[in-house]
């Protein structure tokens, strides 16, 4: 199984509200990632997880909270978020990065995230 | 600070013909380098990797070269077809941190 699951496909959320992106992998990855998209750019880095620790945090604003609850699964929680968070936020995975000094990440499909 | 360029935006060819993107990096010597493949809407996919002791990379119709000299790695497709259309992202690894540096990607539109 190569493949990276992401709930749910499409959000749309108030400035107000909190909400939840859940990302899955069974591949036995221990790197996981997140990243966000704006369109016609290219994936911008946020965070990475490292055998369940969180190894880089990009600056990321606070109004986004990322948790690895275990090796398989990847949340990031967001709350008062703003118009311009609105992007397609995407989980990846690989194997581990400490030991090899290169991998390729599997990218799950996205959510489309629209706060309004 | 290091820097990962696609030169083309946008790259339109006939089907049946070789497309070639570029990618180019700047300030820093990168182990090797990868190129995906991004459909709209959709994750980008693991293509190819190719390291800096590495001149040449082949998969199917895909071709991946890397020039340490020029800094540059080029990416081929044979035989191209209007499925392979898509935005084709190269990236690199910075150190054993797990952080991948993608470039802005070139959007190959092949037609029939």
């Known amino acids: 199984d190569t493949e990276v699951t992401q709930t749910p496909k499409h959000l749309v959320m108030g400035m107000t509200n909190k909400k939840s992106l859940k990302c899955e992998q069974h591949?036995?990855?221990?790197?996981m990632y997140w990243y966000k998209q704006k369109a016609k750019k290219p994936p911008e880095l946020m965070f990475v997880y490292s055998y369940e620790k969180l190894s880089i945090n990009e600056s990321v604003p606070s109004r986004f909270s990322p948790e690895c609850p275990n090796s398989s699964l990847l949340n990031l929680h967001l709350h008062a978020l703003q118009p311009e968070d609105s992007a397609l936020y995407l989980c990846?995975?690989?194997?581990?990065?400490?030991?090899?000094?290169?991998?390729?990440?599997?990218f799950g499909p996205g959510t489309r995230l629209t706060v309004t | 600070s290091q820097k990962i360029e696609q030169n083309s935006e946008a790259l339109n060819i006939q089907e049946g013909k070789t497309a070639t993107l570029t990618c180019n990096y700047t300030?820093?010597?990168?182990?090797?380098l990868q190129w995906y493949r991004q459909d709209p809407g959709r994750g980008p996919v693991f293509l190819l990797l190719i390291r800096e002791n590495e001149k040449e990379k082949r998969k199917e119709r895909l071709k991946v070269t890397f020039d340490t000299t020029l800094k540059q790695s080029l990416f081929h497709i044979t035989a191209s077809q209007p499925a392979d259309s898509a935005t084709y992202l190269c990236a690199s690894g910075s150190g054993n941190t797990g952080k991948l540096i993608f470039g802005q990607g070139t959007t190959l539109q092949v037609k029939p």
């Open positions: 300030n820093y010597s990168p182990a090797y």
């Open positions: 990846a995975s690989s194997q581990d990065f400490v030991r090899s000094n290169s991998y390729e990440q599997y």
């Open positions: 591949m036995g990855h221990r790197a």
